[in-house]
């Protein structure tokens, strides 16, 4: 286990990477559906890179343990991990999200090729972000327009996991979290979602802004360029 006193194999020369790897680290299947499309739409030329904790327990051990298992079996990568956590999940866990502690233990334990890490927050409940495209949640139903009240659902503050599990029970369905809202997921406008959503779009932005970036932001003291 990496979270004893074990040495961390010294890096390679920053030489050998032309650009840093994005290592987004994904809290559980919702995530593992919903950020590949994200992925394919808005990180193109991005070396991008997608793990799924699949919600296995302590978030930030979690976290550590697939940050140091890639940075291990690709020692000549240098990384900027990317936490793309249900901010509403962690204000009910035992063990909420800390992005300053697991920053903090990535330096404790000398993981030098780790440049960043940062927090990418959709809204504080995700069921909240799909509310943005109403429309897209009612194709997705296979509800003609008739049937449709957009209007009920204006505000997505106002859009709860029960709305939605409503809406789908009005049609006959049922909603399934996590890797079974696949099909759901997929038929919704990303783009619409990612452009009324602030805290999704300045990750997406973040990404794209750091991914040719090889300053070392944890570790300063090290040598470092800009390309």
Do not use: W
């Not at 793309?84 to 035992?94: F, G, L, P």
């Amino acid at each position: 286990m990496f979270l004893g006193n074990r040495t961390v194999p010294k890096p390679p020369d920053n030489r050998c990477c032309d650009r840093p790897v994005s290592l987004l680290v994904l809290e559980g299947d919702t995530e593992g559906v919903f950020y590949p499309i994200v992925r394919d739409k808005y990180l193109r030329g991005v070396r991008a890179e997608l793990r799924n904790l699949k919600g296995r327990g302590n978030v930030n051990k979690d976290v550590l343990s697939e940050i140091y298992k890639y940075t291990y079996n690709n020692r000549s990568d240098l990384v900027r991990a990317y936490c793309c956590v249900d901010t509403e999940r962690q204000k009910q866990s035992a063990t909420p999200f800390d992005l300053d502690f697991v920053r903090e233990q990535v330096r404790i334990r000398q993981m030098a090729r780790v440049l960043s890490l940062d927090a990418i927050l959709g809204d504080p409940d995700k069921i909240r972000q799909y509310s943005y495209d109403i429309d897209g949640i009612y194709k997705s139903l296979c509800a003609k327009k008739s049937q449709r009240s957009t209007k009920k659902y204006r505000n997505p503050q106002n859009f709860s996991k029960k709305d939605l599990q409503q809406l789908f029970r009005r049609f006959d369905k049922v909603y399934l979290p996590g890797g079974r809202a696949a099909h759901f997921i997929n038929r919704l406008d990303i783009e619409r979602i990612v452009c009324n959503c602030k805290e999704l779009q300045e990750g997406i932005q973040l990404i794209q802004s750091q991914a040719e970036d090889l300053t070392n932001h944890l570790f300063p003291e090290k040598k470092s360029r800009k390309r």
